[in-house]
């Protein structure tokens, strides 16, 4: 808004866009497991603009738990949110894209799309599908001048992280994997960046020309995916582990 966009700030809960609202954008409702509410959001952009630039892919949370413990049911509205919903998006949004030849897809991915901490499970398997899932986007649409940028941010300050830790007490605070869920709670409280962080990563890949394909930040992102990208698979779970004991 302030660098010249017209914004659409689109959530399921709808009072969350206040600040949307208060720096110019326009707010809408939108629930990513909905198609319909998902194709009347973009009919209405289409309408009201006669275009749609940019895409911005940030619905999602952490589905936490031992994987033995987590309900399916819950585990693939975990994959609906985080996968299928950005998916859908793409699919209405790519025609208007390929007439202009022109358009930036943003997918809010992880650091937890490239590694997976016990007890997210099923959260990390919906960002590794999304990372994949771009990599596939990215090179089927760059003939119609659209990139796709993947977003991977590490630690951010938000709602994310008390929802996680609920979730894990809830699904297996009380059994066989109680002591890594409290382990795992008493890790969170840490300061954490701004959500700022975020959305400057997400403006400097929107007006860069020829983006990256990834960009990330927040807390520890990078030394982490360095140790990934280079630690054997057994080093690596060796270094995640210490943080359980």
Not at 15 to 26: F, H, L, P
Not at 30 to 40: E, G, I, K, R, Y
Not at 178 to 193: I, N, T
């Amino acid at each position: 808004m302030r660098k010249g966009y017209i914004v659409y700030g689109a959530a399921h809960r709808i009072e969350r866009m206040a600040d949307i609202e208060a720096a110019g954008g326009m707010s809408v409702a939108l629930d990513v497991t909905d198609d319909a509410s998902m194709t009347a959001v973009i009919n209405r952009i289409v309408g009201e603009q006669s275009r749609i630039d940019v895409l911005i892919n940030g619905a999602g949370y952490g589905e936490y738990g031992a994987l033995e413990d987590v309900p399916i049911a819950d585990a693939r509205r975990q994959m609906e949110i985080n996968l299928f919903g950005a998916a859908r998006l793409v699919q209405l949004c790519l025609p208007y894209m390929r007439a202009r030849k022109f358009g930036k897809i943003v997918n809010i991915s992880s650091i937890g799309g490239k590694f997976a901490l016990p007890l997210g499970g099923w959260y990390h398997a919906s960002k590794f599908a999304l990372e994949g899932y771009s990599d596939a986007l990215r090179n089927e649409v760059r003939q119609f001048g659209i990139d796709v940028i993947v977003i991977e941010p590490g630690g951010i300050a938000s709602e994310w992280e008390g929802i996680a830790g609920e979730g894990a007490e809830r699904h297996s605070g009380h059994g066989a994997y109680a002591e890594m869920v409290a382990k795992f709670r008493k890790m969170q409280g840490r300061k954490l960046p701004p959500p700022s962080v975020v959305s400057d990563l997400v403006l400097r890949a929107i007006q860069t020309r020829r983006p990256a394909a990834r960009y990330s930040g927040g807390l520890m992102a990078r030394p982490l995916l360095f140790l990934r990208r280079h630690l054997s698979d057994r080093m690596f779970d060796r270094l995640v582990m210490l943080a359980f004991r």
